[in-house]
């Protein structure tokens, strides 16, 4: 059994209070950090007692560096507007390589104009 993440409550709410500084709604967390909505709904609301993947993605994905033993190391800030971007275009995405190629030719050509 894996051991029970002592941080808990503390790290539910960087992650609520960073989401709601970003102004993403639960779904655009949840395709920004690929995990379902209402896991990130779940982890907001501090309904975890491990350190699991969908955890841990949202961490990665909102740029928080989750405590281990009382230490924190700082994580990369990334602003409300990327991380709206990023949860768009991952929205958008429908997961394949030609959808990639297709979306990847739609931002060069805004880029260019």
């Known amino acids: 059994m894996a ?5 808990g409550a503390q790290l539910a709410e960087r992650i609520s209070a960073r989401r709601q500084e970003r ?8 395709t920004l950090a690929e995990v ?4 990130a709904w779940r982890i907001c609301r501090g309904d975890f007692t491990t350190l699991n993947p969908s955890v841990l993605k949202i961490c990665n994905a909102l740029g928080i560096e989750p405590e281990a033993e009382g230490l ?3 994580a990369a800030k990334t602003t409300s507007v990327e ?3 990023a949860a768009e275009v991952l929205a958008a995405w429908d997961r394949t390589e030609e959808g990639a190629r297709l ?3 739609v931002l ?3 880029h260019k104009a």
Request: hydrophobic letters at 40%; aromatic letters at 14%.
């Open 36 to 39: 379902d909505g209402a896991q």
């Open 108 to 110: 060069r050509a805004f």
């Open 3 to 7: 051991k029970r993440y002592k941080y």
């Open 23 to 30: 102004d993403l709604t639960f779904e655009q967390l949840g």
């Open 83 to 85: 991380a709206k971007l």
């Open 103 to 105: 979306l990847t030719r």
């Open 72 to 74: 924190v190391v700082p």
